[in-house]
């Protein structure tokens, strides 16, 4: 198996590794990279893991060795992981001078590339499918050997795993905002955890995978986690769900657009699925599997917390959609939200994943 973090669900996975951080390997303290700029405001619009125009200077930073959690029968790090622990610590300047942060509940958008769900949410259709075709096909199930006996049948992972959070609600941000870190309690990994704890409170059998593949270097991220999906789907070949979970970074102007919404008296950042569709040369021939289950998700999160989603991003995107028919991407709030708004939403993302599969298999 590819060496990765992992939190298993339901079923467990017993592992004891044995490893070493070898320092002589660790890149030298405060070495200057320049990279892609890997969040300034990279929105769903933008495709991920390309090299933008804009730099950012980055650091790498040798790690801190202390206080790193011993393995354990569900917890397995890899040596490179290992060796990143508060190596980027979490950034929580509450300066001003960034500019502001707008608060906006994204709903029933107008448009002529948006269409509704039967059953609740919409769609943004940005592809050559006519709206109306596209939805006949959202009315399909998708066809997956769903499993209820707490075997694996989800992997959750991060191609971008250090991306974060304000701290708190506020609304403002500092200059250079640009959030990103390696402390898992407080970028994607917690997010996934939140999902992961609801997948196995349902029974159903999940993988988290919290390895680190965005830094020290953004670019090639995907080529990354792939190697980490392929990796566990060869040992699980049970999973038939496999769930790439990020955060947007939604921007207009020097302001920063955070999308929530009231669940239950408590607010949480909106999330937003996008299901990739194959123009002809990506390699994607059962892209149509990973839009049927977009839309069941996204119509059950609806019915059980409405105004949850924004709309299902459809375009022409891979993202690993191509290793399985059940590969979604789904941001989880921007870079504007709370950490407590995103993980809160990774609870409500979490239940409403785990009513989906428990209605596909009653289904099938």
């Known amino acids: 198996m590819n060496k990765a973090i992992i939190r298993c669900g339901a079923s467990g996975i017993a592992a004891a590794i044995a490893f070493s951080v070898m320092l002589e390997t660790v890149i030298p303290r405060l070495q200057q990279i320049e990279i892609g700029k890997a969040d300034s405001c990279l929105t769903a619009e ?31 790090e890899s040596d490179g992981s290992r060796a990143m622990w508060s190596s980027l610590p979490y950034r929580n300047s509450h300066a001003s001078d960034g500019g502001s942060i707008v608060r906006k509940q994204y709903q029933n958008l107008p448009g002529l590339m948006f269409f509704r769900l039967d059953g609740g949410g919409q769609v943004r259709n940005s592809t050559f499918w006519s709206n109306a075709d596209l939805l006949e096909e959202s009315r399909k199930l998708p066809t997956l050997d769903l499993r209820l006996d707490g075997s694996p049948t989800v992997l959750i992972y991060h191609t971008h795993t250090t991306e974060s959070y304000m701290d708190g609600e506020a609304d403002s941000y500092p200059a250079g905002f640009n959030f990103r870190t390696t402390e898992p309690d407080k970028n994607m990994v917690s997010v996934g955890d939140a999902i992961t704890r609801e997948l196995e409170a349902a029974g159903i059998g999940v993988i988290h995978a919290g390895e680190i593949h965005d830094y020290p270097q953004w670019n090639g991220s995907y080529s990354r986690s792939a190697v980490t999906i392929k990796s566990i789907l060869a040992e699980n070949p049970g999973i038939c769900i496999v769930l790439d979970i990020h955060r947007d970074a939604i921007c207009s102007g020097s302001s920063v657009i955070a999308p929530v919404v009231q669940v239950e008296g408590k607010q949480s950042a909106q999330i937003m699925i996008i299901s990739g569709c194959d123009k002809g040369d990506m390699n994607m021939p059962n892209y149509r599997e990973n839009f049927h289950l977009a839309c069941q998700l996204q119509q059950t999160a609806e019915q059980m917390f409405p105004g949850l989603t924004r709309p299902i991003l459809f375009d022409y995107r891979k993202y690993n959609q191509n290793l399985t028919t059940g590969s979604l991407l789904i941001e989880v709030g921007s870079q504007g939200n709370s950490l407590e708004e995103a993980q809160y939403a990774g609870t409500l993302t979490g239940r409403a994943i785990a009513e989906t599969i428990r209605r596909l298999a009653q289904e099938n």
């Open 46 to 76: 933008t495709v991920r893991d390309s090299a933008p125009a804009q730099t950012e200077t980055v650091y790498r930073v040798e790690p801190a060795m202390a206080a790193v959690p011993e393995n354990s029968a569900d917890t397995w």
